[in-house]
């Protein structure tokens, strides 16, 4: 993002650590006081998403194991690997969304916000509502345009109707979505393209205001000019949401994030700055992904 | 597209007043109440199923007790006599018990070769448009109640066998077992067709590949392949034939007697289900008469029960079997 | 060579694959066809006068005008029938004359006595009626037209007697000048066979003690207590086999001894002398003038109550009955089915409950109709109702319960396979977006999967409206009151399908009643299966191209 729209941004404040490269630590202006990203007042050098030793088994068979990695808010996390490799496990666990599926169980730790999610007393609703989702496959409701993304707000109890026109205006502008369907908003989300159906549901997710966003090869059903406007978006988004989404596209990885962790045969092999993993891997497996010698 | 950078970030995260990711019984009391209830009343509701089973076996059981234990349960099942109205009163089953196998065998001698060819056609011989036009009309078939199956045996079969065939009485053991093979061959070809279409392509490209035709494709492998499900078609198909009412009654002649000699189609016969139908209205509350009807019912329920267990047997094996092909 | 056997034989395997299932579809036209054509007659036919006199009498329909005038127009026609039949009579009926001589003579001794002539007198008089009463009895005994020329002679010698001139004595001449006209020309030997006949063919013609004839009762005979025979052939293809039967006479005669018998015809006149015999081709020719077929459609039969175990009227009672069962068990089934499919969607997670309550459902699924309507019995009827303060007796409530219990099984499978087929993206969607499973079910995926689950309702409604052993004994009744509440047991369409296939031998003099209840069943059921084969096809499209 140039740095001159960054400063015609008015009610944020980015401030860069010095101590931390490349860490950045962000603070909003809400109903006019500034605020730490990060809700127990640290600041937000510290990881949104903590993973220590997280192993997460379908009955018998493996998904994702030992995993250990912070997640950083306010940028972009990429999770790259072969296909098979439990990328999408992991992702998916952040949110729990694994518990649809039958006989999974869990070891580990797995912290959002300071939280153990795992825990049996965790407030599913709770945590979805600030860990969003975008999936791999464009997943509209066959709804209108307007009841998909008024979906969410209407979750938490948002009934007033000017509100919630206002907050759809926001979402699918948030999502570049917005000139394209602003004049038929009820027309059912399944008449739209492909890409737009994605984008619809970015901004259905963000929608729910969550701190988290998690993007499951959100391009992989798309055109390239799609993928690009999406790409686009992330880089929008990165300055306020924390935003881990699964590739399996080397190039959009590097495009798009920050830090990047390769991912093969359920367990992490390496995690740290895009730039690094992709010119200088410290292993020899990820040079050999990312080079392109492995299957 | 990047002209609305400024509305971005008005859409803050919702960080000002988040909620708790953790919430012990103690913190969400009512929540965790109202869950817990609700999935009770859930599971309560769905268990009636199960409930209904139960009920449905106790409360017939227990009627029949009456008459189980002052009569003797071998005279039940082993004499041919059934005289509940004489004096002393005699309630020998034995005649009726085979009479409702009888129709219900003799009903499948008719459906399952024509089931099973239409089994086959629909699922090897035709396209998926052709099917979609035939399903239909196997489904008509299901659909049909059987009082107007046995209004159709008694008021045009039943006539029509008299005069082509020149038997005493249309309503005979043909009569009921051809129009019980109707009603059971839905039942058979939907399942039948089911498990032979679930086997999948491989197994017949293979025997093609070693230039078989196709009636020897499907004679010599795909149906001895799926015999697990044909078999529970089958039985299924039984289960339709032996548990059906208004049509033995009313096609059936009601004559309690074992044909003879035993191939004999055209005499009448008499059914547990027709038994029960015919006779409780009369069968005074509390009678042994009554008891012994009860006692059919029983008999009756558990011969389904073998037989559904049976078939469950057979289709579990059919789905593992067309889950590995 | 082989390779050809092999090639032919598959052939004929592929076309008899394809013949089962023509063999498939031919059952199923011979069973609806005859059904759907004979059970429309009963709303579309040909009605005659004597249908239009019904409905106005029965259920005060049509214009009362127009009727009156239809009616004189056909008197008109009938009158000669009646004159023919008379004037027969009067050479035939020997009894009825006998009596009829009796009636006079006890007639005019009761009008000589109310004149208080003088004794000498009256016992003269009373003398000369007793010998011409005593005469025309032995001329109407009398097989010999010489010998009764010769007794009629001798009566008609006194008719030139002043004293009986003008007095109710006059009668017995005009009597004795017919009978002697008409003897004239009838075989005197079979008096007694064409009494018989005639009376047969009366019967036919008007009405005998049980069966309704053609033309219905003459005019100005007392009502008959049975509704039915107070009217001729409602329908013109009754009158026509009525007409057939008055026209022809059948038997069965052994032709060769040993040999089953042959039915054989002959025209029914030939079992009448001469003068009758016009009547027939009277009858034959005039039927159309004398019923007036015209064009009807009873739709009402739908909607009339039966009058003499369904001779005349519809089915509404029995629409009505079956209507209510299904109503009121579609309440328990619906919530019940839909919950049920939900939860095993939705929350199947202890391996062995689930499996239980699989094994339930599935066992439900196979019980026998009739076990359903013992436990009905058994369990409703005789043990819950005493136990909720209810009479324990059959009613609707107890036969929609039971018929609920028993579909439930198809309600839970269809509800469950379209809850199933919900793609779960959908509810993944939701369930990221921090909704409950709860609030994902009710805004998600219900909606998704309720075109699959209507399938379910209807398939579940017709299974209920056709079953009839279970409610044989829980609350389905032959005849009876239309039900005021659902406490009240009911008559429905598959009960009364039954009773009138074999219920008692009126149902076979009215098919058209009898196949058209059954047909208004099955086309009740057809439709809704149809609806739902519709229903799922056009999901299945949606589903297959989203």
Same mark, same amino acid.
């Given at each position: 993002?140039?740095?001159?729209?960054?400063?015609?941004?008015?009610?944020?404040?980015?401030?860069?650590?010095?101590?931390?490269?490349?860490?950045? *630590?962000?603070?909003? *202006?809400?109903?006019?006081?500034?605020?730490?990203?990060?809700?127990?007042?640290?600041?937000? *050098?510290?990881?949104?998403?903590?993973?220590?030793?997280?192993?997460?088994?379908?009955?018998?068979?493996?998904?994702?194991?030992?995993?250990?990695?912070?997640?950083?808010?306010?940028?972009?996390?990429?999770?790259?690997?072969?296909?098979?490799?439990?990328?999408?496990?992991?992702?998916?666990?952040?949110?729990?969304?694994?518990?649809?599926?039958?006989?999974?169980?869990?070891?580990?730790?797995?912290?959002?916000?300071?939280?153990?999610?795992?825990?049996?007393?965790?407030?599913?609703?709770?945590?979805?509502?600030?860990?969003?989702?975008?999936?791999?496959?464009?997943?509209?409701?066959?709804?209108?345009?307007?009841?998909?993304?008024?979906?969410?707000?209407?979750?938490?109890?948002?009934?007033?109707?000017?509100?919630?026109?206002?907050?759809?205006?926001?979402?699918?502008?948030?999502?570049?979505?917005?000139?394209?369907?602003?004049?038929?908003?009820?027309?059912?989300?399944?008449?739209?393209?492909?890409?737009?159906?994605?984008?619809?549901?970015?901004?259905?997710?963000?929608?729910?205001?969550?701190?988290?966003?998690?993007?499951?090869?959100?391009?992989?059903?798309?055109?390239?000019?799609?993928?690009?406007?999406?790409?686009?978006?992330?880089?929008?988004?990165?300055?306020?949401?924390?935003?881990?989404?699964?590739?399996?596209?080397?190039?959009?990885?590097?495009?798009?994030?920050?830090?990047?962790?390769?991912?093969?045969?359920?367990?992490?092999?390496?995690?740290?700055?895009?730039?690094?993993?992709?010119?200088?891997?410290?292993?020899?497996?990820?040079?050999?992904?990312?080079?392109?010698?492995?299957? | 597209?990047?002209?609305?950078?400024?509305?971005? #970030?008005?859409?803050?995260?919702?960080?000002?007043?988040?909620?708790?990711?953790?919430?012990?019984?103690?913190?969400?009391?009512?929540?965790?109440?109202?869950?817990?209830?609700?999935?009770?009343?859930?599971?309560?509701?769905?268990?009636?199923?199960?409930?209904?089973?139960?009920?449905?076996?106790?409360?017939?059981?227990?009627?029949?007790?009456?008459?189980?234990?002052?009569?003797?349960?071998?005279?039940?099942?082993?004499?041919?006599?059934?005289?509940?109205?004489?004096?002393?009163?005699?309630?020998?089953?034995?005649?009726?018990?085979?009479?409702?196998?009888?129709?219900?065998?003799?009903? #499948?001698?008719?459906?399952?070769?024509?089931?099973?060819?239409?089994?086959?056609?629909?699922?090897?011989?035709?396209?998926?448009?052709?099917?979609?036009?035939?399903?239909?009309?196997?489904?008509?078939?299901?659909?049909?109640?059987?009082?107007?199956?046995?209004?159709?045996?008694?008021?045009?079969?039943?006539?029509?066998?008299?005069?082509?065939?020149?038997?005493?009485?249309?309503?005979?053991?043909?009569?009921?077992?051809?129009?019980?093979?109707?009603?059971?061959?839905?039942?058979?070809?939907?399942?039948?067709?089911?498990?032979?279409?679930?086997?999948?392509?491989?197994?017949?490209?293979?025997?093609?590949?070693?230039?078989?035709?196709?009636?020897?494709?499907?004679?010599?492998?795909?149906?001895?392949?799926?015999?697990?499900?044909?078999?529970?078609?089958?039985?299924?198909?039984?289960?339709?034939?032996?548990?059906?009412?208004?049509?033995?009654?009313?096609?059936?002649?009601?004559?309690?007697?074992?044909?003879?000699?035993?191939?004999?189609?055209?005499?009448?016969?008499?059914?547990?289900?027709?038994?029960?139908?015919?006779?409780?209205?009369?069968?005074?509350?509390?009678?042994?008469?009554?008891?012994?009807?009860?006692?059919?019912?029983?008999?009756?329920?558990?011969?389904?029960?073998?037989?559904?267990?049976?078939?469950?047997?057979?289709?579990?094996?059919?789905?593992?079997?067309?889950?590995?092909? | 060579?082989?390779?050809?056997?092999?090639?032919?034989?598959?052939?004929?395997?592929?076309?008899?694959?394809?013949?089962?299932?023509?063999?498939?579809?031919?059952?199923?036209?011979?069973?609806?066809?005859?059904?759907?054509?004979?059970?429309?007659?009963?709303?579309?036919?040909?009605?005659?006068?004597?249908?239009?006199?019904?409905?106005?009498?029965?259920?005060?329909?049509?214009?009362?005008?127009?009727?009156?005038?239809?009616?004189?127009?056909?008197?008109?026609?009938?009158?000669?029938?009646?004159?023919?039949?008379?004037?027969?009579?009067?050479?035939?009926?020997?009894?009825?004359?006998?009596?009829? &001589?009796?009636?006079?003579?006890?007639?005019?001794?009761?009008?000589?006595?109310?004149?208080?002539?003088?004794?000498?007198?009256?016992?003269?008089?009373?003398?000369?009626?007793?010998?011409?009463?005593?005469?025309?009895?032995?001329?109407?005994?009398?097989?010999?037209?010489?010998?009764?020329?010769?007794?009629?002679?001798?009566?008609?010698?006194?008719?030139?007697?002043?004293?009986?001139?003008?007095?109710?004595?006059?009668?017995?001449?005009?009597?004795?000048?017919?009978?002697?006209?008409?003897?004239?020309?009838?075989?005197?030997?079979?008096?007694?066979?064409?009494?018989?006949?005639?009376?047969?063919?009366?019967?036919?013609?008007?009405?005998?003690?049980?069966?309704?004839?053609?033309?219905?009762?003459?005019? =100005?005979?007392?009502?008959?207590?049975?509704?039915?025979?107070?009217?001729?052939?409602?329908?013109?293809?009754?009158?026509?086999?009525?007409?057939?039967?008055?026209?022809?006479?059948?038997?069965?005669?052994?032709?060769?001894?040993?040999?089953?018998?042959?039915?054989?015809?002959?025209?029914?006149?030939?079992?009448?002398?001469?003068?009758?015999?016009?009547?027939?081709?009277?009858?034959?020719?005039?039927?159309?003038?004398?019923?007036?077929?015209?064009?009807?459609?009873?739709?009402?039969?739908?909607?009339?109550?039966?009058?003499?175990?369904?001779?005349?009227?519809?089915?509404?009672?029995?629409?009505?009955?079956?209507?209510?069962?299904?109503?009121?068990?579609?309440?328990?089934?619906?919530?019940?089915?839909?919950?049920?499919?939900?939860?095993?969607?939705? $929350?199947?997670?202890?391996?062995?409950?689930?499996?239980?309550?699989?094994? +339930?459902?599935?066992?439900?699924?196979?019980?026998?109709?009739?076990?359903?309507?013992?436990?009905?019995?058994?369990?409703? &009827?005789?043990?819950?109702?005493?136990?909720?303060?209810?009479?324990?007796?059959? $009613?609707?409530?107890?036969?929609?319960?039971?018929?609920?219990?028993?579909?439930?099984?198809?309600?839970?499978?269809?509800?469950?396979?379209?809850?199933?087929?919900?793609?779960?993206?959908?509810?993944?969607?939701?369930?990221?977006?921090?909704?409950?499973?709860?609030?994902?079910?009710?805004?998600?995926?219900?909606?998704?999967?309720?075109?699959?689950?209507?399938? =379910?309702?209807?398939?579940?409604?017709?299974?209920?409206? +056709?079953?009839?052993?279970?409610?044989?004994?829980?609350?389905?009744?032959?005849?009876?009151?239309?039900?005021?509440?659902?406490?009240?047991?009911?008559?429905?369409?598959?009960? +009364?399908?039954?009773?009138?296939?074999?219920?008692?031998?009126?149902?076979?003099?009215?098919?058209?009643?009898?196949?058209?209840? &059954?047909?208004?069943?099955?086309?009740?059921?057809?439709?809704?299966?149809?609806?739902?084969?519709?229903?799922?096809?056009?999901?299945?499209?949606?589903?297959? +191209?989203?």
């Amino acid at each position: 993002m140039p740095e001159e729209e960054r400063k015609d941004m008015p009610t944020s404040v980015l401030k860069n650590d010095i101590t931390k490269p490349n860490v950045r *630590t962000t603070t909003f *202006t809400i109903d006019g006081r500034e605020r730490p990203a990060n809700l127990a007042g640290e600041t937000c *050098t510290c990881a949104v998403i903590h993973s220590e030793n997280f192993s997460l088994h379908y009955g018998s068979k493996a998904g994702v194991q030992n995993i250990t990695m912070d997640i950083y808010p306010c940028s972009v996390t990429a999770i790259i690997g072969p296909s098979g490799c439990g990328k999408s496990t992991f992702l998916r666990s952040i949110n729990r969304m694994n518990d649809l599926i039958p006989h999974v169980h869990t070891e580990g730790k797995l912290l959002v916000d300071g939280h153990d999610i795992y825990d049996k007393h965790t407030n599913l609703v709770n945590l979805r509502q600030q860990v969003g989702m975008v999936f791999q496959k464009p997943n509209p409701f066959p709804k209108s345009i307007f009841d998909n993304v008024a979906y969410g707000p209407s979750l938490q109890g948002v009934r007033n109707k000017g509100e919630l026109q206002n907050v759809v205006e926001q979402s699918l502008r948030a999502a570049a979505l917005w000139e394209e369907v602003k004049d038929d908003l009820k027309k059912s989300a399944l008449a739209l393209s492909g890409g737009q159906q994605q984008r619809l549901c970015i901004a259905r997710a963000l929608a729910t205001k969550p701190r988290v966003l998690l993007m499951d090869e959100p391009c992989s059903a798309l055109d390239p000019i799609a993928t690009g406007r999406i790409e686009d978006l992330m880089h929008q988004l990165q300055s306020t949401y924390t935003i881990v989404i699964v590739t399996h596209n080397m190039q959009q990885a590097a495009r798009v994030s920050e830090r990047a962790a390769f991912f093969c045969l359920g367990e992490l092999i390496e995690y740290d700055w895009t730039s690094k993993i992709f010119s200088n891997p410290a292993k020899k497996e990820t040079e050999d992904y990312v080079t392109g010698r492995f299957g | 597209m990047m002209n609305d950078g400024n509305v971005t #970030l008005t859409l803050t995260p919702a960080a000002d007043s988040p909620r708790p990711l953790v919430l012990t019984p103690g913190q969400d009391l009512r929540g965790y109440l109202a869950a817990l209830l609700g999935r009770a009343f859930l599971f309560f509701l769905t268990f009636s199923s199960v409930l209904a089973v139960m009920l449905i076996l106790v409360f017939v059981v227990i009627r029949s007790l009456g008459f189980l234990s002052s009569s003797s349960l071998m005279e039940f099942l082993a004499s041919q006599s059934w005289r509940p109205t004489a004096d002393p009163p005699v309630f020998g089953a034995l005649a009726i018990i085979v009479g409702s196998l009888y129709v219900s065998l003799a009903a #499948l001698v008719f459906a399952v070769p024509l089931g099973i060819l239409a089994a086959v056609f629909l699922s090897d011989m035709v396209s998926w448009k052709v099917r979609n036009v035939v399903k239909p009309i196997v489904e008509i078939l299901a659909a049909i109640p059987s009082v107007a199956y046995g209004f159709f045996a008694v008021l045009v079969l039943a006539p029509w066998l008299q005069r082509e065939f020149g038997f005493s009485t249309g309503t005979n053991a043909l009569n009921a077992s051809l129009i019980l093979a109707v009603m059971a061959l839905p039942t058979i070809i939907s399942v039948a067709e089911d498990s032979i279409s679930a086997l999948g392509r491989e197994l017949r490209e293979a025997s093609y590949s070693c230039g078989a035709t196709r009636m020897e494709t499907l004679l010599r492998v795909v149906i001895p392949a799926a015999h697990s499900g044909i078999i529970a078609a089958v039985v299924l198909g039984m289960m339709r034939a032996i548990g059906e009412t208004m049509v033995v009654w009313m096609a059936s002649g009601n004559a309690p007697q074992i044909p003879h000699p035993w191939w004999d189609l055209a005499q009448s016969v008499r059914t547990l289900t027709a038994t029960i139908a015919g006779e409780m209205g009369e069968a005074p509350e509390t009678s042994l008469h009554r008891g012994a009807l009860f006692a059919m019912g029983v008999l009756l329920l558990l011969m389904t029960l073998g037989m559904n267990i049976v078939s469950e047997y057979f289709l579990a094996r059919a789905k593992k079997a067309g889950g590995k092909a | 060579m082989k390779l050809r056997f092999r090639g032919q034989l598959d052939r004929v395997f592929t076309i008899a694959t394809g013949l089962s299932v023509v063999l498939l579809t031919l059952v199923l036209l011979a069973i609806l066809g005859p059904m759907v054509y004979r059970g429309s007659s009963a709303v579309f036919f040909q009605g005659t006068v004597e249908f239009r006199k019904m409905q106005k009498n029965l259920f005060g329909r049509g214009d009362e005008q127009a009727l009156h005038a239809e009616v004189a127009e056909t008197e008109k026609v009938r009158q000669q029938v009646y004159e023919m039949i008379d004037a027969f009579k009067k050479g035939v009926d020997v009894e009825a004359l006998s009596e009829q &001589v009796r009636q006079i003579h006890r007639q005019f001794g009761q009008d000589l006595r109310d004149r208080n002539l003088p004794a000498g007198e009256y016992t003269r008089l009373r003398e000369l009626t007793r010998q011409i009463r005593d005469k025309l009895e032995a001329a109407f005994r009398s097989q010999d037209i010489n010998e009764i020329k010769r007794l009629v002679g001798e009566v008609l010698k006194d008719e030139s007697n002043p004293q009986l001139k003008g007095t109710s004595a006059e009668k017995l001449f005009a009597i004795a000048r017919q009978f002697l006209q008409a003897a004239g020309q009838i075989d005197l030997g079979k008096h007694q066979e064409y009494a018989l006949a005639l009376q047969e063919a009366e019967g036919i013609l008007f009405h005998s003690e049980a069966l309704p004839g053609l033309l219905g009762p003459r005019p =100005g005979e007392p009502p008959a207590p049975l509704v039915m025979l107070r009217y001729g052939a409602t329908r013109w293809d009754q009158a026509q086999t009525l007409l057939d039967r008055f026209l022809w006479v059948e038997h069965w005669v052994e032709e060769k001894p040993g040999e089953p018998l042959v039915l054989q015809r002959k025209p029914r006149a030939e079992l009448f002398p001469e003068p009758l015999r016009p009547l027939f081709t009277y009858v034959e020719q005039n039927a159309g003038k004398m019923l007036h077929p015209r064009r009807t459609v009873y739709w009402q039969f739908l909607r009339d109550d039966n009058v003499n175990s369904h001779y005349f009227g519809g089915i509404g009672p029995e629409i009505l009955g079956t209507m209510l069962i299904t109503v009121v068990g579609m309440l328990f089934v619906i919530p019940l089915g839909i919950i049920s499919a939900a939860y095993l969607v939705e $929350c199947a997670s202890d391996g062995w409950t689930m499996r239980i309550i699989r094994m +339930g459902i599935n066992t439900l699924a196979g019980v026998p109709s009739i076990v359903f309507g013992l436990f009905g019995l058994a369990f409703f &009827v005789l043990f819950l109702f005493p136990l909720l303060g209810f009479a324990p007796r059959p $009613c609707i409530l107890a036969a929609s319960m039971t018929l609920a219990v028993l579909t439930l099984p198809v309600m839970i499978r269809a509800s469950e396979e379209a809850i199933r087929s919900v793609p779960a993206t959908y509810k993944e969607g939701s369930l990221a977006l921090g909704a409950s499973r709860f609030h994902t079910f009710i805004a998600v995926t219900f909606p998704a999967a309720l075109p699959g689950i209507l399938t =379910g309702v209807i398939l579940s409604l017709s299974r209920i409206a +056709g079953e009839t052993a279970p409610i044989l004994f829980t609350g389905a009744v032959s005849l009876g009151a239309v039900p005021r509440s659902l406490f009240d047991p009911t008559r429905t369409l598959s009960y +009364g399908s039954y009773d009138m296939a074999v219920g008692d031998r009126l149902g076979m003099m009215v098919p058209h009643n009898q196949y058209g209840m &059954v047909v208004t069943l099955v086309l009740l059921i057809l439709i809704l299966n149809g609806a739902a084969i519709m229903l799922r096809t056009r999901v299945f499209k949606k589903l297959r +191209g989203h």
